[in-house]
Nanobody
Framework: QVQLVESGGGLVQAGGSLRLTCVIS????????MAWFRQAPGKESEFVAG????????RFSDSVKGRFTITSDNNKNTVYLQMSSLKPEDTAVYYC?????????????????WGQGTQVTVSS
């Protein structure tokens, strides 16, 4: 069993920064890709960023490219999402996901395990 626990969300002003943390427990070593998704009220879930287990491959959505970075610490089974230059449109619940896929894919269905989500609110 794999469990994912996110933390680090909160309220921040536009232009500010936040770092989200996702701790992966259980059979974490069996997953090959980790990703962050987000869902704003009334909208569908959206891929934000992903990273391979080795850390050598990363992928970002166009909406966050250049503003967000994703890193991992395999010794701690932790994935981080550093968010900078935040905008009000970044407001959403952010979810960490892990899956057995060997490529960083952007569809929800490719990920097997999900966290409970953490709220990020960016005020204008």
């Amino acid at each position: 069993q794999v469990q994912l626990v996110e933390s680090g969300g909160g309220l921040v002003q536009a232009g500010g920064s936040l770092r989200l943390t996702c701790v992966i427990s259980g059979r974490a070593s069996s997953t090959q890709a980790m990703a962050w998704f987000r869902q704003a009220p009334g909208k569908e879930s959206e891929f934000v960023a992903g990273i391979s287990r080795s850390g050598s491959s990363k992928r970002f959505s166009d909406s966050v490219k250049g503003r967000f970075t994703i890193t991992s610490d395999n010794n701690k089974n932790t994935v981080y999402l550093q968010m900078s230059s935040l905008k009000p449109e970044d407001t959403a619940v952010y979810y960490c996901a892990a899956g057995y896929v060997t490529w960083i894919l952007t569809s929800i269905g490719n990920y097997n395990y999900w966290g409970q989500g953490t709220q990020v609110t960016v005020s204008s």
